[in-house]
């Protein structure tokens, strides 16, 4: 159950209770009414943490990204090789991006095409995210090839964490217009092989 305004941060109760209505049903379908009914606040409390709906489209993707980088911190500052980082981080987008309904939870999946043409101020918020992700999976990658566990024969790790995270976007869009999780189990195959791991390396891996 959510949190009540009156037990927390407003601003921040009004960003949580948004993100599932966007993830749903996306940024232009959801109106103002439907989500200060949702949050259980005054218009004059949503205007005064947001001065329009684009600002507050903004601010619930930089929540997203803030909450998703520090999980993805997390998972790659574990205590083992660069390699098993990687398959955690991936076992774990893999295992949580379809739920029960087979919905979506990534955001960028849900309103990349949709506000990229509708907002600057957003498609730059998706980019400052999607470019966290990219720097952490390259940063990761290139540990993973000073300590021996990952022998893919690809020298620019940016450029295959750009390749990686374009994969499972892709993939993630697919899974969610087919309801089902093949085409990201599709792209954990790729993964593997692109990093050069075998499909039984560090298989099973335990997601956090």
């Not at 990687?86 to 987008?93: G, H, I, K, R, T």
């Not at 290139?142 to 995270?165: F, H, I, M, N, P």
């Not at 976007?169 to 999780?181: H, M, S, V």
Request: aromatic share 8%; proline share 3%; hydrophobic share 45%.
């Amino acid at each position: 159950m959510n949190a009540t305004p009156a037990s927390t941060d407003v601003r921040q109760h009004i960003l949580d209770v948004a993100r599932p209505l966007l993830l749903r049903k996306g940024f232009t379908a959801v109106g103002l009414t439907e989500v200060l009914a949702a949050a259980r606040v005054p218009k004059g409390s949503f205007y005064h943490y947001f001065g329009s709906k684009e600002a507050f489209g903004e601010a619930v993707i930089e929540d997203y990204f803030a909450e998703y980088l520090e999980r993805m911190d997390a998972l790659l500052a574990q205590p083992v090789t660069a390699a098993e980082r990687l398959v955690s981080y991936f076992d774990d987008w893999l295992n949580s991006q379809i739920d029960d309904e087979s919905q979506s939870r990534c955001l960028a999946v849900k309103l990349g095409a949709e506000v990229s043409d509708l907002s600057e101020s957003m498609r730059s918020a998706l980019t400052r995210g999607t470019g966290g992700v990219i720097e952490r999976l390259a940063r990761c990658i290139a540990a993973g090839k000073a300590d021996g566990s990952l022998s893919t024969s690809r020298e620019d790790a940016q450029a295959l964490a750009t390749v990686l995270y374009q994969t499972w976007l892709g993939a993630g869009l697919l899974a969610k217009l087919a309801g089902k999780r093949a085409p990201l189990d599709i792209a954990m195959a790729g993964t593997r092989q692109l990093l050069g791991l075998s499909p039984d390396t560090f298989s099973s891996s335990a997601n956090t």
